[in-house]
């Protein structure tokens, strides 16, 4: 089965300085993998997907399969970032894959001014 | 939003009644889902479905049921309520069944309270 790890419950930074949310993960097949944001008491929504390569308000996570890692990152933080991050992993089947995303523990952001 | 609502929002009720929870969809999608979302645990997967009566267990099953007669439906049923069900309950759909990426949309969750 596959697992997906989120190993900070709670990230603290300043301002302006620079974000890594670490996520590893542990499947056998070829995964697709997701970071979503969950602002205050709000819905999950979609951040990035790793096969899109894109970067959604500065941040941007690259698949590492040597390391089975897919950290977010962002170069300089604002405040605004303040949330709860989630990684999720969809495992990829021929058969079909209805069977949703497993998610990491999530990590809460703070953004200090 | 991918048309998703939930209801009812918020629910407080006592240990032992039951308890539905609705998701409702507007644009026909085949796969639907239900987490639970509890600190320190992230978000579980409860139950799932591929299309109208097919339905799967997820990975926190136990003491939920699941139905759906209709496509835009996808109703959660807590049969006989406990405290360890208080929770923050989310329905999600995806977009894979028409050729998309597998990401789920969510809805804006259901807050539960089982005293």
């Known amino acids: 089965a596959q697992r997906v790890t989120q190993p900070e419950k709670l990230l603290s930074v300043f301002k302006g300085a620079p974000v890594e949310l670490k996520c590893n993960y542990s499947?056998?097949?070829?995964?697709?993998l997701f970071w979503y944001v969950q602002y205050s008491r709000q819905r999950l929504q979609l951040l990035l997907r790793?096969?899109s390569r894109e970067s959604i308000k500065g941040f941007t996570a690259d698949l590492n399969k040597g390391e089975t890692s897919f950290h977010l990152k962002k170069p300089f933080a604002q405040e605004e970032d303040s949330a709860m991050y989630y990684c999720?992993?969809?495992?990829?089947?021929?058969?079909?894959?209805?069977?949703?995303?497993?998610f990491g523990k999530g990590t809460h952001l703070i953004i200090q001014p | 939003d991918a048309g998703i609502t939930q209801s009812p929002r918020h629910k407080v009720t006592e240990t032992g009644t039951p308890v539905t929870l609705r998701c409702h969809q507007t644009?026909?999608?085949?796969?639907m889902y239900w987490y639970r979302q509890d600190p320190g645990h992230g978000l579980r997967l409860i139950h799932y479905?591929?299309?109208?009566?097919?339905?799967d267990k997820g990975e926190v099953s136990d003491g939920y049921s699941v139905s759906r007669s209709k496509t835009e439906d996808f109703l959660l049923t807590l049969e006989s309520a406990t405290s360890s069900q208080t929770s923050v309950y989310f329905c999600?759909?995806?977009?894979?069944?028409?050729?998309?990426?597998?990401?789920?949309?969510f809805g804006e969750g259901s807050r539960l309270t089982v005293l």
């Open positions: 999720a992993l969809r495992a990829r089947y021929s058969g079909g894959g209805a069977d949703g995303l497993t």
């Open positions: 644009e026909n999608h085949r796969y």
């Open positions: 999600a759909i995806s977009r894979l069944a028409e050729g998309n990426t597998g990401e789920l949309f």
């Open positions: 479905s591929y299309g109208v009566k097919d339905t």
């Open positions: 499947y056998s097949g070829s995964p697709e």
């Open positions: 790793h096969i």
